[in-house]
């Protein structure tokens, strides 16, 4: 982390944290209530998992099962319950929701905490549009449990009762960096790399010789669009490439641009949903091609889980949503780091107390 905090459990330190720890509570309370009143069912996605998930960028915990003749296993500790909850899916639950507790190495910063809570629930058979519905209605709970009128974050204010404005990929990067995207994107899913390093560089964005299209598209995507987002209001960011959405389908009437969203406020990436892809054959390609680029950058790749590859052949049509609980709890208490609303933060190297 760029500080060194002191350590949570000492009396000073705690009594300035509680009243953001019990506004946690009260927010969890209050979004347990939202959920159960509309038919969702509450689940607990095993931790330990095959695989921690197949994102290029993210990265899972290894650990070893041991079973009862002495062999060893390797299992990850998962990135989201999002597999298992699919799996539920396709066992026939129709509405569930968990708040699951989910690890990823290489992230510890004012927002990215290696443990945290991710709020993550699915709707079979209903359209991811009423995911951004949902997010809107959880914003205002969220603050009305807290007690806040507000959303802050640095600076940034959002109104959380306000309807949030709707925002695709192409508007935002015309509107924030000036650049068309879509002119780097052929018809036949061809990706213009030149274009697009050309258009960031002009924008002010360093691009390196090595950088692939997603990584010139990340670079301006959190350098220039993010930090605009969600100001005032809640912005959803919706119809990006179909190249930057590993598990959701692709938008009717242009496979360019897939059925995904991210919600933000104040800046904040707050949840990212997806309607979701259940055709198993271009889950794993799509797998692949991750791991073959995660293989490329960071020279290790994670196993695909076969058994969800069978378990998504027999899945519902179905949207879902992962959002980050503790960044929703930051906000609505105006918190400055993740660390100032978790009951008890992950110690870091060198400090065994902490």
Same mark, same amino acid.
């Given at each position: !982390?760029?500080?060194?905090?002191?350590?949570?459990?000492?009396?000073?330190?705690?009594?300035?944290?509680?009243?953001?720890?019990?506004?946690?509570?009260?927010?969890?309370?209050?979004?347990?209530?939202?959920? +159960? @009143?509309?038919?969702?069912?509450?689940?607990? @996605?095993?931790?330990? #998992?095959?695989?921690?998930?197949?994102?290029?960028?993210?990265?899972?915990?290894?650990?070893?099962?041991?079973?009862?003749?002495?062999?060893?296993?390797?299992?990850?500790?998962?990135?989201?319950?999002?597999?298992?909850?699919?799996?539920?899916?396709?066992?026939?639950?129709?509405?569930?929701?968990?708040?699951?507790?989910?690890?990823?190495?290489? +992230?510890?910063?004012?927002?990215?905490?290696?443990?945290?809570? !991710?709020?993550?629930?699915?709707?079979?058979? +209903?359209?991811?549009?009423?995911?951004?519905?949902?997010?809107? =209605?959880?914003?205002?709970?969220?603050?009305? =449990?807290?007690?806040?009128?507000?959303?802050?974050?640095?600076? $940034?204010?959002? &109104?959380?009762?306000?309807?949030?404005?709707?925002?695709? %990929? #192409?508007?935002?990067?015309?509107?924030?960096?000036?650049?068309?995207?879509?002119?780097?994107?052929?018809?036949?899913?061809?990706?213009?790399?030149?274009?697009?390093?050309?258009?960031?560089? +002009?924008?002010?964005?360093?691009? =390196?010789?090595?950088?692939?299209?997603?990584?010139?598209?990340?670079?301006?995507?959190?350098?220039?669009?993010?930090?605009?987002?969600?100001?005032?209001?809640?912005?959803?960011?919706?119809?990006?490439?179909?190249?930057?959405?590993?598990?959701?389908?692709?938008?009717?009437?242009?496979?360019? %641009?897939?059925?995904?969203?991210?919600?933000? $406020?104040?800046?904040?990436?707050?949840?990212?949903?997806?309607?979701?892809?259940?055709?198993?054959?271009? #889950?794993?390609?799509?797998?692949? $091609? &991750?791991?073959?680029?995660? #293989?490329?950058?960071?020279?290790?790749?994670?196993?695909?889980?076969?058994?969800?590859?069978?378990?998504?052949?027999?899945?519902?049509? @179905?949207?879902?949503?992962?959002?980050?609980?503790?960044?929703? %709890?930051?906000?609505?208490?105006?918190?400055?780091?993740?660390?100032?609303?978790?009951?008890?933060?992950?110690?870091?190297?060198?400090?065994?107390?902490?």
């Amino acid at each position: !982390m760029s500080e060194t905090l002191p350590p949570f459990w000492r009396p000073d330190i705690h009594a300035d944290r509680r009243p953001m720890l019990l506004a946690r509570n009260r927010i969890k309370a209050a979004l347990r209530r939202w959920f +159960e @009143a509309r038919d969702f069912v509450e689940v607990e @996605a095993a931790i330990l #998992q095959l695989s921690p998930g197949n994102e290029t960028h993210l990265h899972g915990f290894s650990t070893t099962l041991i079973d009862d003749a002495g062999a060893h296993h390797p299992y990850y500790l998962h990135t989201s319950p999002e597999f298992a909850a699919k799996k539920l899916l396709a066992a026939g639950e129709p509405r569930l929701f968990d708040f699951a507790r989910v690890f990823r190495n290489r +992230e510890r910063t004012a927002l990215h905490h290696p443990e945290f809570t !991710m709020l993550e629930w699915y709707r079979a058979g +209903e359209d991811y549009e009423a995911l951004m519905d949902d997010c809107a =209605a959880l914003l205002a709970e969220a603050a009305r =449990a807290a007690g806040a009128s507000v959303l802050r974050w640095r600076g $940034a204010e959002a &109104d959380p009762f306000a309807a949030p404005e709707r925002l695709t %990929v #192409q508007e935002a990067f015309h509107r924030h960096a000036g650049i068309n995207l879509k002119r780097t994107i052929a018809a036949d899913l061809y990706l213009d790399r030149p274009a697009l390093a050309a258009d960031a560089a +002009e924008a002010g964005i360093r691009v =390196a010789e090595d950088d692939s299209w997603s990584d010139i598209f990340s670079r301006i995507l959190s350098e220039k669009v993010e930090p605009e987002l969600g100001r005032g209001r809640a912005t959803i960011l919706c119809e990006y490439p179909i190249c930057e959405a590993a598990l959701a389908r692709p938008k009717p009437g242009d496979p360019r %641009v897939a059925e995904r969203f991210e919600l933000y $406020a104040c800046g904040v990436e707050l949840a990212n949903a997806f309607g979701e892809l259940t055709d198993p054959a271009e #889950q794993r390609r799509r797998f692949e $091609a &991750d791991m073959d680029e995660k #293989q490329r950058i960071y020279g290790e790749r994670y196993p695909i889980d076969e058994d969800f590859l069978a378990a998504l052949g027999v899945m519902p049509q @179905a949207s879902g949503i992962a959002l980050g609980f503790d960044r929703l %709890v930051m906000l609505a208490t105006g918190a400055r780091r993740i660390e100032d609303v978790l009951w008890t933060p992950v110690a870091e190297p060198g400090r065994g107390g902490r």
